[in-house]
C-alpha cells in the first residue's frame, strides 16, 4: 500500500525511531511532547494527525507500577478521540506477549487495558504483540544483583531484537487493519538464568547467575507464556548474533 501518511507517536524511542526510518516510502511524522504534541494531555494531537491514514502508538507508561494502567487508560481515550476526530483509518498499538497470562504484574494488565480500549474503539486496529527485547537483558539481570550474583527465575522466554520489532511494526503499519493481534517472537528459547549466562560471558562480565523462582518481575510468570504461542512469526537474529553486532 503506497501514498499513506503514517504518524508514530513515541517516534523518537527505541521503536519508534526504527519504525519511521523503515517507512520511509509514505509520508511518515514523529510525534512526540519535543513536536507539540503530549499525548497524556491530548495537546497537538488532532494537529499531528490530521490527514493521517495510520496512527502507530509506541508510547509507554513511565512506570511500571500501579499508575500505568491510568497512563494508558488517558493516553488510549486521546489517541482515539482525535483519531475519530481526524477520520485515521488505522490505529496499531505494540504489545506483549501472553499479556493476558500474568495477572501479578501490574505493568501488564494496564497493557491489557491498553489493548481492550482499542478494540472496543471507533477506529480499525492492529495489535502486534511481540516478546522481550534482547536490548532488555542487561536491566533485567541489574534488578537482581546482588554483589557478584544475579538471581533470577528459570522462566522460559522468546527475545527479539529491536530492530526485528520494529520491522513487524512498520510491516503491519503498511498494510490494512488486522481487526485482531498478530503475535512476533525470537528464533530461539531460553530460560531466563540461562538467557543471562550467555549475557554475561559474551560481556566478560564475572557475575554468576544462580536461579531464584522468586527473584524480579518474571518470577510473577507462570509456565512458558511469554513464549511465542502457535501461529507467531519468528524472527530471524539469534542472541548470539545479536551480542556479536552489538558488543
Known amino acids: 500500500m503506497q501514498d499513506m501518511k503514517i504518524a508514530v507517536l513515541g517516534g523518537t524511542g527505541l521503536i519508534g525511531s526504527q519504525v519511521v526510518k523503515l517507512l520511509h516510502a509514505h509520508e511518515t511524522v514523529s510525534l512526540s511532547p519535543s513536536n507539540g504534541v503530549d499525548l497524556l494531555t491530548g495537546e497537538g494531537l488532532d494537529a499531528g494527525l490530521k490527514g493521517a491514514d495510520v496512527v502507530v502508538n509506541l508510547t509507554n507508561s513511565p512506570t511500571f507500577d500501579e499508575a500505568s494502567p491510568a497512563f494508558f487508560r488517558t493516553t488510549m481515550d486521546n489517541m482515539l478521540a482525535a483519531a475519530t476526530r481526524e477520520g485515521v483509518g488505522h490505529a496499531v498499538v505494540l504489545s506483549i506477549v501472553g499479556v493476558d497470562q500474568v495477572p501479578d504484574l501490574a505493568y501488564y494488565r494496564a497493557k491489557v487495558l491498553q489493548e481492550d480500549i482499542l ?49 513487524a511494526v512498520a510491516s503491519v503499519a503498511a498494510g490494512t487493519p488486522l481487526h485482531g493481534t498478530r503475535n512476533y517472537a525470537g528464533p530461539e528459547v531460553f530460560t531466563l538464568d540461562e538467557l543471562g549466562r550467555i549475557a554475561l560471558s559474551a560481556q566478560g562480565d564475572p557475575r554468576e547467575v544462580v536461579v531464584d523462582p522468586t527473584a524480579g518481575m518474571f518470577a510473577a510468570v507462570k509456565g512458558d507464556v511469554l513464549t511465542g504461542p502457535a501461529g507467531s512469526i519468528l524472527s530471524a537474529t539469534t542472541f548470539r548474533e545479536w551480542l556479536a553486532l552489538t558488543s
Request: net charge negative; proline share 10%; glycine share 4%.
Open 119 to 167: 478494540k472496543a474503539g471507533p477506529v480499525p486496529y492492529s495489535i502486534v504483540r511481540v516478546t522481550q527485547f534482547y536490548e532488555f537483558v542487561n536491566a533485567i539481570l541489574s534488578w537482581t544483583t546482588d554483589g557478584d550474583t544475579v538471581r533470577l527465575p528459570a522462566t522460559p522466554v522468546q527475545p527479539m531484537a529491536s530492530a526485528d520489532v520494529a520491522v
